[in-house]
């Protein structure tokens, strides 16, 4: 579990995120989400220590993060896995080396040992035998799930997406978004997304925090999402039904 308390942070005077407290329970797909400019991406780089908050701590199962010394906080980001926005895998890199390179600077473990590991985690996301191949020679949807292989290679107890759908077709968005959910509760992970996709919220949205101008606004489920009574979050719903229409024309 994730907790968070009174984050506060801002920038040149101007408030991004204003109180912000909230639990991201073990197990379950956790979701950030409001419109652009809604402090999102912010408060997820609070939690994962990319950012530290002006107010307001952060805690990795009863472990204050943003107060921990040196060793506490190296100790907590070697069980953190990582899937980027644009999955951000390294072009000089092979799909093997990408997906190993956190256990070559986090962990000792013996190079057979190693390739077990990635090509578990490969075959976990469905991708075999596609070890030598290089980023550029693979589609967007293999290279999510290549970052997704490489943030769950370390066993990793807590796992943070930021937008993962960003770029996809939606038949491989919604192969993404249940593979996240897979893996979250096989491995009895505390997963957090950040997403604006309402397809994501509607699928895999077990528990959901809405921010609005830097507020939470909301807290819930996706059973409850649609008769939540927040007008803001009823217009957030609203406007990204009408751009996936449109955007299906």
């Known amino acids: 579990m994730i907790k968070i308390k009174n984050i506060n942070k801002s920038f040149n005077g101007k408030i991004v995120l204003n109180k912000i407290n909230g639990e991201f329970d073990k197990g379950k797909t956790n979701l950030i989400i409001g419109s652009s400019g809604t402090g999102k991406s912010v408060l997820l780089k609070c939690i994962v220590g990319l950012l ?32 980027f926005q644009g999955s951000a895998l390294f072009d000089s890199k092979n799909v093997e080396q990408n997906v190993m390179f956190p256990l070559e600077i986090l962990t000792k473990m013996p190079q057979d040992e190693k390739l ?6 490969l075959k976990r996301v469905g991708l075999e035998n596609i070890n030598k191949k290089m980023a550029s020679e693979i589609s967007g949807g293999m290279k999510k799930r290549v970052g997704i292989a ?26 993404i978004d249940e593979l996240i959910l897979e893996i979250t ?32 606004l909301w807290e819930g489920s996706n059973d409850d ?25």
């Not at 077990?116 to 985690?121: A, G, I, L, Q, S």
């Not at 999402?225 to 024309?249: A, P």
């Open 185 to 216: 509760h096989e491995f009895n992970i505390t997963t957090i997304v950040v997403t604006h996709d309402m397809n994501s919220v509607l699928g895999i949205g077990e528990k959901i925090m809405f921010l609005y101008k830097g507020e939470k």
């Open 52 to 83: 530290q908050p002006d107010d307001g701590n952060v805690f990795y199962d009863l472990r204050n993060f943003t107060e921990a010394d040196k060793e506490v906080k190296s100790e907590i980001r070697r069980e953190i896995g990582m899937l």
């Open 116 to 121: 077990d590991r990635v090509n578990f985690c």
């Open 150 to 175: 490489r943030a769950i290679v370390n066993n990793p107890n807590y796992l943070f997406c930021d937008e993962p759908n960003s770029g996809l077709d939606p038949q491989t968005s919604i192969l």
């Open 225 to 249: 999402i649609t008769h939540s009574g927040v007008k803001e979050l009823d217009d957030f719903v609203f406007i990204n039904k009408v751009m996936k229409s449109l955007k299906g024309k």
